[in-house]
């Protein structure tokens, strides 16, 4: 039986997972949104950090099927202790990831960014902690 907080918890994620990989591929196709990630240096990103926005797809992917999965919300083959592991992955990942949109020199990345992914931390540790 998946408990409902971790369950809430994992939606909520996975929702907050999913709409960074959305943005990521917006990213990846050209639109105009670089000032709002990768540091904010350009208005469209370059080549190799379109690329590299693809690559973040596939991750938050991945993120919120694990997410997911460690809930119970959904059915996932992946052993249980990967679950386990990558659960808390997620929860430091979000935190690093809070900290280096804070010290970015883009406002997107400081009062966006970051404050998602300080919720995304909190969300993942529900679902990591729980039994």
Excluded at 21 to 41: E, I, N, T
Excluded at 47 to 69: E, H, K, M, P, T
Excluded at 103 to 111: G, K, L, Q
């Amino acid at each position: 039986m998946p408990d409902l907080n971790a369950g809430l918890a994992a939606i909520l994620a996975a929702i907050g997972f999913l709409a960074i990989a959305a943005f990521q591929a917006a990213l990846a196709l050209g639109a105009p949104l670089g000032r709002a990630a990768w540091g904010g240096k350009s208005r469209e990103l370059p080549a190799n950090l379109r690329q590299a926005s693809a690559v973040a797809i596939v991750i938050w992917l991945i993120a919120a099927i694990v997410i997911l999965g460690r809930a119970g919300v959904v059915a996932v083959p992946l052993p249980d202790v990967v679950l386990e592991w990558g659960a808390w992955a997620l929860v430091v990942v979000s935190v690093l990831g809070a900290i280096v949109n804070v010290a970015s020199s883009s406002p997107w990345e400081r009062f966006g960014w970051a404050p998602l992914s300080m919720v995304l931390a909190l969300l993942s540790f529900v679902v990591a902690s729980s039994p």
